[in-house]
């Protein structure tokens, strides 16, 4: 099992920043992928950001150039810097792991609608007002 804690969330103005962390424990050598997503009220969860063990990482084209997705290994964080924020942008985000590495693959993050990771957190809300 791999435990997964977000934090970091808030209020920002648009065009702001925010940072959000993901705390791993539990067996995080099974966490060889690595992901964010969110959800907005009303709204389907969908895909925001993947990195791979190795350090590949793979963007949605709504915020790509704006959010840097990262991880420290040595203290099995997961980080989501997020720039230029937009109210579009308001939602919970989700911290996500996967056993599998192709779940970071190319071919499956940008042709899958959802990609489906095995462990999520609870989830950290994002409010950006205009």
């Known amino acids: 099992q791999v435990h997964l804690v977000e934090s970091g969330g808030g209020s920002v103005q648009a065009g702001g920043s925010l940072r959000l962390s993901c705390g791993v424990s539990?067996?995080?050598?099974?966490?060889?992928?690595m992901g964010w997503f969110r959800q907005a009220p009303g709204k389907e969860r969908e895909k925001v950001a993947a990195i791979e063990r190795t350090g590949n990482t793979r963007y949605a084209d709504s915020v790509k150039g704006r959010f840097t997705i990262s991880q420290d290994n040595a203290k099995n964080t997961l980080f989501l810097q997020m720039n230029s924020l937009k109210p579009e942008d308001t939602a919970m985000y989700y911290c996500?792991?996967?056993?599998?590495?192709?779940?970071?693959?190319?071919?499956?993050?940008?042709?899958?609608?959802?990609?489906?990771?095995?462990?999520w957190g609870q989830g950290t809300q994002v409010t950006v007002s205009s």
């Open positions: 539990g067996a995080t050598d099974s966490a060889n992928c």
């Open positions: 996500a792991a996967d056993a599998w590495a192709r779940t970071c693959s190319g071919s499956y993050w940008y042709f899958t609608p959802l990609p489906n990771f095995a462990y």
